[in-house]
């Protein structure tokens, strides 16, 4: 289908609209990481630093005891395990429950119960998991936010992706049941590659909220064995001396992962798909 | 009869486990701080070094968290059954509950009598509570009112205000003058902040908190304090945004230099003075923060921080003994440059006053008067209700009285 | 398959998860469960408590400040996820056009949503600060604006400030979830109806939006609950100031339980809260459920 030349400069100007309101808050996060504390305070604002001071980003990257570098790092570290981890898990008992429910009707009961899981505040369950993991030697350990994290993600996960199954034909799964294919085949060789889209936002959704978590990370976790990245950057802002540069540089510092993962997920999984794509 | 052996053999191992304490030197202290200014996250962790130093076989594990999350993780720590910090630093409006709840451990003992006189009455209200200690005070600290110097010589003004109401004219002065358009700045957001200025007025008109034995906020002092908030706000000498500023934000406004008058905590004179942080180096004046007139000449409010032994601690001598020596004169006199010691005598120490005789001056008078918020173990609600009543009538929400009349009555219904 | 067997792979095949739920979120469920029926207060010594019943329920149902905050925090949920929804279609079927560099502006979609909360709080409150912050700078030097305004002291703007931010941060999710389900719609829908002589407006409604529905209903429904139980970005950029103006529900939940130490009652909000969502949730799960069986 053509694209008339109106409808083409209409695409492009939405285009620079949407970028523009995506990029411009983080470019003034990016000038706050790189202006001086006497910059930020200057009126009428100065858009451009007059000096770029990049000392923040030499700090965060410093591997000295008790730097600022060696918490960041660290966190890094301990995020990405703990996102990359609950995330794996989340997806692994998550998609055949997912399949359960689209193929197999009459549970559903059960499936809100494990939403209604989800809609508890996390400030009622704290106190209660912090008595069971004191009690196994856990706290300030990465596996505790793992477990935790996993109760988390389950649930919309295994919503998610029984969404997105619902849309992949049965007879497909029929045709390959009769070439003799059993269930765990028909599930991760038919499915799973048709549904492959939801799959992906489901993934970089469940990963993207355990990157996120705050507040049982903040409980839980006590120094660089275990803090992860919102609670080392909320370490970075305490204090009466705070330094907003240096909060900037961390907090953007703390997208890239997420972003480059993000774009590698959808380069494969989007532009692969709608490449192929799928005829119902 | 195999597992009769294996459950005696278990249970001598746990007797001889159990009782090896008692002789083996290695004990372990975890401790809880803040990230802060006043005695940064480095400077504790050489003092630890050196009491670990001074006493081999005795480690101390810091543990540095925010603010903000220093309540939860005591109580989460102590509540959750865990035998968790032995050693925990409180803020001064927590011992009340924190002695009701039996979160802390009784030191009343274990304070040498002599050091009863040595150190400022003020300090001491931080940890006594109920006629007993529960600990060492460690951080003291105050709210001061800084001045611009440089404002105040271009409006001709000679000396810093001894009065709110002089504080007010002089404010009036220098917006007349064209000098600055809000000239003064305080922390009045929905926190905790906005309590310490609103406690400092009420010291300064020489209100109190009890009336006939129960909690009061509808009369004498505390009316004052709120009327003369909402007045300057309406007068314009008071900066607006002040009702969504935290103290990080007034030390921004004021280094950058568009205040002439601001209250902050101690911390702020040296950070003002730091030409990397502000644009009003050198230019920094302190004073006590002003009192009311014809009712007192200065006013403080006690924001002071204490270290304590937790409950649930297993070492107790061992904490107490780290505990001394964080709060000793020789550790404070060290690191005064950050925090002002709690020790009388350090005032007169060369190495103490030294650069910052200012600040030691207006600190001599403040810390004399210090005045505490009310002592209940409900503070934490209590403070939530003045909060929202007072924003109510710095945003014309409503009227003093009514406010106030509402936070008491809200108060009389505390469980 | 015979149905006994259906039935058994079907549970087979649910154990993983249930294992896991059940596991770790039995014990804090059940207790808070049993915490709310009780005045239990956080000590030293762990819980002391007295069985009370309903007390809590009754006390809670009585609070007018508890009952603002259930309004302002319909407020922001209504507001947020249906602008999020509205944001998140345009943006996808934008994305979902041909044009030169999409994979790179496509990846856009994920830096506001990849940056932590804490750090969208930190950098909103910044921008919105009023004397240093770049919207006062931005709206007055454009002319939209005479004078800098302070955005988070006034009860009037603060909400939607955040609300605003809270948008800005979400709405991609919304947006990457429908780009996702337009991978699935046929093709050849759309080319049918182009011969049938549909418009643009009407093949939206017909094929687009039925074909996405059933992601974007979960997605919507996801972010609703999440909506409702918002904390974090409340306790960065206002902590419920100015005057209580935008204390959300979760604020009742975290002071009782943390700051005043009353586990008990505590218990009973987060249960009420709860309900609440559950209520919303199945209220809109059940029109959805009739408005497919009309279509």
Known sequence: ?280 | MNSFFKGAACGLALLIHQSLPAFAEDVTLNAIFMKQAAYSEDDTKAMAKAFEEANPGLKVNLEFVPYEALHDKIVAAQGAGSSGYDVVLFDVIWPPEFATKGFLQDVTARVPKGDRDKVFDGAWTTVDYDGKIWGMPWILDTKYLFYNEDMLKQAGISAPPKTFEELAEQAKIIKDKGIAKYPIVWSWSQAEALICDYTSMVGGAKGSFIQDGKLSFDTGGSVEAVNYMKKTLDDGVTNPNSREYLEEDVRKVFSAGEAAFAMNWTYMFNMANDPKESKVAGKVGIVPAPGFKGKAEASAINGSMGLGISAGSKHPDEAWKFITFMTSQETQNKYAKLSLPIWKSSYEDPAVTKGQEKLIDAAKISLGVMFARPMTPSYPELSSILQKNIQQVLLGQASTDDAMRAATKAAGRLR | ?295
Request: net charge neutral; hydrophobic share 55%.
């Open chain 1, 1 to 280: 289908m053509r694209r008339s030349l109106t409808a083409t400069i209409l695409v492009y100007a939405a285009v620079a609209v949407f970028a523009m309101s995506v990029l411009a808050p983080v470019a003034w996060l990016f000038v706050m990481s790189i202006s001086t504390a006497n910059d930020l305070t200057t009126i009428p604002l100065r858009w451009i630093p007059e000096q770029p001071d990049f000392s923040r980003y030499a700090r965060l990257f410093s591997l000295e005891e008790g730097s600022a570098g060696l918490a960041f790092l660290s966190a890094l570290r301990n995020s990405v395990i703990v996102a990359v981890s609950a995330t794996a898990i989340a997806l692994a008992a998550g998609i055949p429950a997912a399949y359960s429910f689209s193929r197999f009707s009459g549970r559903m009961p059960l499936l809100y119960a494990v939403i209604v899981t989800y809609m508890m505040p996390p400030v009622a369950l704290i106190l209660p998991l912090y008595k069971v993991f004191s009690a196994l030697g856990l706290l300030n350990n990465v596996t505790s936010l793992i477990i935790v994290y996993c109760t988390i993600l389950l649930p919309f996960v295994t919503w998610l992706m029984k969404s997105g199954f619902h849309s992949v034909p049965v007879e497909i799964e029929q045709a390959a049941s009769i070439d003799g294919a059993n269930l765990f085949q028909i599930m991760t060789r038919i499915t799973l590659p048709v549904a492959a889209a939801s799959t992906g936002a489901a993934a970089l959704f469940a990963l993207l909220l355990a990157w996120d978590e705050f507040f049982y990370a903040l409980l839980y976790t006590s120094d660089t064995r275990a803090k992860t990245l919102p609670v080392a950057i909320a370490d970075f802002a305490a204090g009466r001396a705070t330094d907003y540069g240096l909060i900037s540089a961390v907090g953007l510092l703390a997208a890239l992962p997420p972003v480059l993962i993000g774009f590698f997920l959808q380069k494969s999984l989007l532009s692969g798909l709608s490449a192929g794509g799928v005829k119902g």
């Open chain 3, 1 to 295: 398959m015979a149905p006994a067997q259906q039935d058994r792979t079907a549970w087979l095949l649910l154990t993983p998860m249930i294992s896991i739920m059940v596991l770790v979120t039995a014990f804090p469920l059940l207790n808070t469960l049993w915490l709310a029926f009780t005045d239990a207060g956080l000590t030293g010594q762990g819980y002391v408590w007295q069985w009370i019943g309903l007390e809590n329920f009754a006390y809670i149902l009585d609070d007018s400040d508890f009952r603002a905050a259930v309004g302002r925090t319909a407020y922001f949920t209504v507001i947020s996820v249906s602008a999020e929804v509205v944001l998140g279609v345009l943006v996808a079927l934008l994305l979902n056009q041909e044009f030169k560099g999409r994979t790179l502006v496509r990846a856009l979609l994920i830096l506001p949503w990849a940056l932590p909360t804490i750090v969208n709080a930190v950098m909103w409150r910044l921008i919105y600060n009023p004397e240093y912050g770049s919207l006062n700078a931005l709206l007055t030097q454009i002319g939209l604006l005479d004078a800098y305004r302070s955005w988070l002291g006034d009860p009037a703007t603060a909400m939607n400030m955040v609300i605003l931010a809270d948008i800005w941060k979400n709405y991609p999710l919304i947006a990457l979830i429908a780009l996702a389900g337009l991978q699935t719609v046929p093709k050849d829908l759309y080319e049918a109806a182009i011969m049938d002589g549909a418009n643009a407006w009407t093949r939206f409604w017909k094929i687009t939006l039925p074909g996405i529905m059933g992601a974007l209903s979960v997605a919507m429904v996801l972010r609703a609950i999440e909506a409702f139980k918002v904390f974090d970005i409340f306790y960065v950029m206002t902590r419920g100031g100015p005057a209580d103006s935008t204390k959300t529900v979760s604020f009742f939940v975290y002071q009782e339980s943390f700051t005043y130490l009353r586990a008990g009652s505590g218990a009973a909000y987060a249960l009420t809260v709860t309900a609440m969502s559950a209520l919303m949730i199945a209220i809109y799960v059940v029109l959805l459920v009739r408005r497919e069986k009309r279509s």
